[in-house]
C-alpha cells in the first residue's frame, strides 16, 4: 500500500517538540525522527532508516536540528586532558559523520521539489564549516534551487531564562524564500539578556512558540493547495520563445518566433518567483504588491515587450479577470523612463 505524504518531518527533536506541535494543532500531518520514534541517529542505521522514511513519506518540510553540543566553539574553553581532547574530537568526528549521512538522504526531498531546513546556533561553528555543510549546499545548487540563510536573534521571538530574555543567535540554511523573509529578526539592543550559557543554554534548546508560529506562516503560505501559478504559465511560455535584448521592446509576445524545439532558457527566465496566487478572490495589500512584482518580473524576462503582451499571455492561460485587470494597469519604470 502506498503511504499517504506527511507535511513535516522533524529530525533530531525532542518528543514533545513545540514546532511539530505548532504544525499539529493546525491540521498538518507530521513525524518526529527521534529515538523515541525508532530513529537512533547516533548509528550509521539509524540515518540509513531516516532515508528510506524520506524516501516512503515525501514531507513537504524537512527541519533538521542535529546535536550541537560538540560543535560550538564555547567547547573550546572547556579545560580536557590530553585524553579528554582525542575522546571529545573523536566524538565531535562521529557527529559530523553522522549529518554527513543525513545530508545524503536528502536528496529525495530536493528532486521531489520540497523544502529543507537545517538548524545550528550561528556559534556552532565546527558545523556550520563542515565537510557536510558544504555538501548540502551544492546537492541544492544541483537540484536548481536557491539557497538561504535566516539568520535571527531568540530575544525576538521570546526566548526567556527567569524572565529575562535570552540572546541565542540561530542559523537556518533553507531552500524556502518564504522562511527566509519571515524568519529574519534581530535584536535591536534595548533590552537586557542573559548569556545563553548553563542551564539558559539547556533552556534555549526548546524553541519559543512564537518561532514555531512565525514558521508555521511561512510553509503555510507557499502550501496552499488550491492556487493559480503564475510563475508556472509564465515560465513555460517564455521557455518557448527567443528572449530578445530590451531594444525589441515594440514586439509583442505573439509576434515573436516560437518554432524552435530546443533553447536554451536565459538565468532571468529561471529566476522567476515561486510564489502562487489565489485563483478566486483579488488580493489586496501586500498580496498585490508581490503579484505586481511577479508581473514585472515576467515583462522583464522576456526582453521588456509591451503589456498587451501580457495580457494576451493571461488571458490564453485561462488567469482569472482581477490578475488581466492588473496587468492593463501595469506600468514597467524602465520602459517608462526609456520612452
Same mark, same amino acid.
Given at each position: 500500500?502506498?503511504?499517504?505524504?506527511?507535511?513535516?518531518?522533524?529530525?533530531?527533536?525532542?518528543?514533545? $517538540?513545540?514546532?511539530?506541535?505548532?504544525?499539529?494543532?493546525?491540521?498538518?500531518?507530521?513525524?518526529?525522527?527521534?529515538? %523515541?520514534?525508532?530513529?537512533?541517529?547516533?548509528?550509521?542505521?539509524?540515518?540509513?532508516?531516516?532515508?528510506?522514511?524520506?524516501?516512503?513519506?515525501?514531507?513537504?518540510?524537512?527541519?533538521? $536540528?542535529?546535536?550541537?553540543?560538540?560543535?560550538?566553539?564555547?567547547?573550546?574553553?572547556?579545560?580536557?586532558?590530553?585524553?579528554?581532547?582525542?575522546?571529545?574530537?573523536? %566524538?565531535?568526528?562521529?557527529?559530523?559523520?553522522?549529518?554527513?549521512?543525513?545530508?545524503?538522504?536528502?536528496?529525495?526531498?530536493?528532486?521531489?521539489?520540497?523544502?529543507?531546513?537545517?538548524?545550528?546556533?550561528?556559534?556552532?561553528?565546527?558545523?556550520?564549516?563542515?565537510?557536510?555543510?558544504?555538501?548540502?549546499?551544492?546537492?541544492?545548487?544541483?537540484?536548481?534551487?536557491?539557497?538561504?540563510?535566516? %539568520?535571527?536573534?531568540?530575544?525576538?521571538?521570546?526566548?526567556?531564562?527567569?524572565?529575562?530574555?535570552?540572546?541565542?543567535?540561530?542559523?537556518?540554511?533553507?531552500?524556502?524564500?518564504?522562511?527566509?523573509?519571515?524568519?529574519?529578526?534581530?535584536?535591536?539592543?534595548?533590552?537586557?539578556?542573559?548569556?545563553?550559557?548553563?542551564?539558559?543554554?539547556?533552556?534555549?534548546?526548546?524553541?519559543?512558540?512564537?518561532?514555531?508560529?512565525?514558521?508555521?506562516?511561512?510553509?503555510?503560505?507557499?502550501?496552499?493547495?488550491?492556487?493559480?501559478?503564475?510563475?508556472?504559465?509564465?515560465?513555460?511560455?517564455?521557455?518557448?520563445?527567443?528572449?530578445?535584448?530590451?531594444?525589441?521592446?515594440?514586439?509583442?509576445?505573439?509576434?515573436?518566433?516560437? $518554432?524552435?524545439? $530546443?533553447?536554451?532558457?536565459?538565468?532571468?527566465?529561471?529566476?522567476?518567483?515561486?510564489?502562487?496566487?489565489?485563483?478566486?478572490?483579488?488580493?489586496?495589500?501586500?498580496?498585490?504588491?508581490?503579484?505586481?512584482?511577479?508581473?514585472?518580473?515576467?515583462?522583464?524576462?522576456?526582453?521588456?515587450?509591451?503589456?498587451?503582451?501580457?495580457?494576451?499571455?493571461?488571458?490564453?492561460?485561462?488567469?482569472?479577470?482581477?490578475?488581466?485587470?492588473?496587468?492593463?494597469?501595469?506600468?514597467?519604470?524602465?520602459?517608462?523612463?526609456?520612452?
Amino acid at each position: 500500500m502506498m503511504t499517504s505524504q506527511i507535511d513535516v518531518l522533524e529530525v533530531a527533536c525532542s518528543p514533545t $517538540s513545540e514546532l511539530t506541535t505548532t504544525f499539529e494543532d493546525a491540521g498538518y500531518k507530521c513525524l518526529r525522527a527521534n529515538y %523515541r520514534n525508532g530513529f537512533d541517529l547516533d548509528t550509521r542505521r539509524g540515518t540509513a532508516y531516516l532515508g528510506e522514511k524520506i524516501e516512503e513519506l515525501n514531507p513537504k518540510l524537512v527541519w533538521v $536540528s542535529m546535536a550541537c553540543t560538540r560543535l560550538t566553539s564555547l567547547q573550546n574553553l572547556t579545560p580536557r586532558t590530553p585524553k579528554q581532547w582525542d575522546a571529545f574530537m573523536k %566524538r565531535r568526528g562521529q557527529d559530523l559523520r553522522r549529518c554527513d549521512e543525513i545530508v545524503d538522504s536528502l536528496d529525495t526531498t530536493l528532486q521531489n521539489g520540497n523544502d529543507l531546513a537545517w538548524e545550528w546556533p550561528a556559534g556552532a561553528h565546527a558545523g556550520w564549516n563542515s565537510k557536510a555543510i558544504k555538501k548540502l549546499q551544492k546537492k541544492i545548487v544541483q537540484h536548481g534551487r536557491n539557497i538561504y540563510w535566516c %539568520r535571527f536573534d531568540g530575544c525576538c521571538y521570546g526566548l526567556r531564562f527567569k524572565n529575562l530574555p535570552i540572546l541565542k543567535r540561530w542559523l537556518v540554511l533553507t531552500t524556502s524564500r518564504e522562511l527566509w523573509m519571515t524568519l529574519c529578526k534581530r535584536c535591536d539592543g534595548c533590552h537586557e539578556h542573559i548569556e545563553c550559557r548553563g542551564h539558559a543554554a539547556t533552556a534555549s534548546a526548546y524553541y519559543p512558540s512564537l518561532m514555531c508560529k512565525s514558521i508555521l506562516k511561512a510553509f503555510e503560505h507557499s502550501w496552499n493547495h488550491d492556487v493559480y501559478s503564475l510563475e508556472k504559465m509564465a515560465e513555460k511560455h517564455l521557455l518557448e520563445i527567443d528572449i530578445k535584448p530590451l531594444d525589441t521592446s515594440s514586439r509583442t509576445l505573439s509576434t515573436w518566433s516560437s $518554432s524552435s524545439t $530546443s533553447r536554451t532558457p536565459t538565468p532571468e527566465v529561471m529566476a522567476l518567483s515561486r510564489r502562487k496566487l489565489s485563483l478566486e478572490t483579488a488580493p489586496t495589500g501586500k498580496k498585490l504588491e508581490e503579484v505586481k512584482k511577479t508581473m514585472l518580473r515576467v515583462h522583464r524576462a522576456a526582453g521588456h515587450p509591451g503589456m498587451s503582451s501580457l495580457v494576451q499571455l493571461l488571458k490564453a492561460k485561462g488567469a482569472p479577470g482581477w490578475a488581466i485587470e492588473v496587468a492593463q494597469n501595469l506600468q514597467c519604470p524602465e520602459c517608462t523612463e526609456a520612452q
